[in-house]
């Protein structure tokens, strides 16, 4: 299997689209937790106009460039549903354009292994408040597989999550039945 070496940036477009017609509302606000994942704002929303705030479209990602009291991860998420979602416009929202190249599901792995965290930690800059800009993320070195060997990854890895999911319920509900008997 041959690999084929990239920078990100030559992989990856940012998306600056706003809410500047209001179309989405505070329903449609979301946030992103360490554990690389959309999540409801804990922000104080009243009062704030949403027109500002970036759209993240489905397939696209957003990250927060500051690395600062993270627990040692970069804050990114991956939108894999069919809603668009609004965020903050300190985030920086991006997507894959060369999907021919480079699949967004086989990225997310990539960013969601501890070694990119540690990267991203190693190359955020500052005092008070360090950050991984964008330059920084479109510098990274990329090897890459062809399209179909990242789909048999992405294949492998969905399928082990799953696994995992489903054990943890089994888990879940063998210690309902334990309790039960106790």
Known sequence: MALN??????LLE???DKNTDAQYSIEDV???????????????MSGVSLTPYLLVKPD?????????RNGEKITLAHNT???????????VVFRVARKDLLLSDYLFMYFNRPEFDR?????????A?????WDTMCDI??????????????????????????????????????????
């Open 5 to 10: 070496k990239y920078k990100l940036g030559d």
């Open 14 to 16: 940012i998306s600056e």
């Open 30 to 44: 979301k946030g992103i937790s360490i554990q690389k994942k959309f999540i409801e704002t804990k922000a104080d």
């Open 60 to 68: 696209d990602f957003a990250y927060v460039t500051v690395t600062s």
């Open 81 to 91: 549903t069919e809603e668009t979602y609004i965020v903050s416009s300190s985030y």
């Open 119 to 127: 990267y991203a930690r190693f190359n955020s800059w500052g005092s």
């Open 129 to 133: 408040r360090e950050t991984f800009d």
């Open 141 to 182: 070195d990329i090897e890459l597989p062809d399209i179909f060997t990242q789909q048999k990854y992405v294949n492998i890895y969905n399928a082990m999550v799953a696994n995992q999911q489903s054990y943890e319920r089994g888990l879940e509900d063998l210690k309902l039945v334990c309790d039960g008997y106790i």
